[in-house]
């Protein structure tokens, strides 16, 4: 089963983060030399740790370690759009991914992060570093360097025109341990296992 632990987003949030995907669909961009390729925004989330697969038998252990988890609940706040890899838009040459940042709750994210790798490290799961409190918008797949440099710097006009956007807030109560089902359309996401904090 492969699998992730992440914290879901509100609706409301989702729908922001829908049109600002809308945003850069808007841009005119030929597919053929750079194609920008959407996360569906009712499954965006942020990830706190990717299991990768996981056996069957070894998914009660999983959620054993995440019942356990000591968080309290807390406030998250997204704004402003960037992307990876970081560069100053001048100096930019390529995009990977474009994101929406966690300016409000990334302490907290943090120690979440911290002792869920913490428990799952006990389970033979390998220790993660580096840990970045940000929700992805798309991927960016280019073609040809040369044909797509007009169309980088008009998504990068985009994201400087988004670096301040208010995308929304909300309290985060649940961790969720998710199956991700590899489709033709993308990704499904399930729920396994939900850890409410109180």
């Given at each position: 089963?492969?699998?992730?632990?992440?914290?879901?987003?509100?609706?409301?949030?989702?729908?922001?983060?829908?049109?600002?995907?809308?945003?850069?669909?808007?841009?005119?961009?030929?597919?053929?030399?750079?194609?920008?390729?959407?996360?569906?925004?009712?499954?965006?989330?942020?990830?706190?740790?990717?299991?990768?697969?996981?056996?069957?038998?070894?998914?009660?252990?999983?959620?054993?370690?995440?019942?356990?988890?000591?968080?309290?609940?807390?406030?998250?706040?997204?704004?402003?759009?960037?992307?990876?890899?970081?560069?100053?838009?001048?100096?930019?040459?390529?995009?990977?991914?474009?994101?929406?940042?966690?300016?409000?709750?990334?302490?907290?994210?943090?120690?979440?992060?911290?002792?869920?790798?913490?428990?799952?490290?006990?389970?033979?799961?390998?220790?993660?570093?580096?840990?970045?409190?940000?929700?992805?918008?798309?991927?960016?797949?280019?073609?040809?360097?040369?044909?797509?440099?007009?169309?980088?710097?008009?998504?990068?006009?985009?994201?400087?025109?988004?670096?301040?956007?208010?995308?929304?807030?909300?309290?985060?109560?649940?961790?969720?341990?998710?199956?991700?089902?590899?489709?033709?359309?993308?990704?499904?996401y399930d729920d396994v296992y939900v850890?409410?904090?109180?």
């Open positions: 089963m492969r699998t992730f632990i992440a914290v879901d987003l509100s609706e409301g949030i989702r729908t922001n983060i829908k049109g600002l995907q809308k945003q850069f669909m808007n841009l005119g961009i030929e597919q053929n030399t750079l194609k920008l390729k959407f996360v569906n925004p009712w499954q965006v989330h942020q990830t706190v740790k990717f299991l990768g697969e996981v056996p069957e038998n070894k998914i009660e252990a999983v959620k054993r370690e995440l019942s356990g988890i000591t968080q309290e609940p807390f406030e998250i706040a997204l704004k402003g759009v960037g992307f990876f890899p970081k560069a100053s838009p001048e100096k930019a040459r390529n995009i990977r991914v474009v994101w929406v940042g966690i300016t409000k709750g990334v302490e907290e994210l943090k120690v979440l992060q911290e002792e869920v790798e913490s428990r799952m490290s006990t389970l033979g799961f390998p220790m993660e570093q580096r840990f970045s409190a940000h929700v992805t918008l798309c991927r960016v797949k280019m073609f040809s360097r040369a044909g797509s440099r007009d169309e980088i710097v008009r998504v990068l006009e985009k994201i400087a025109e988004l670096k301040d956007v208010e995308v929304g807030a909300m309290h985060v109560e649940e961790l969720k341990l998710k199956k991700s089902t590899l489709t033709p359309k993308g990704a499904i850890k409410r904090f109180e």
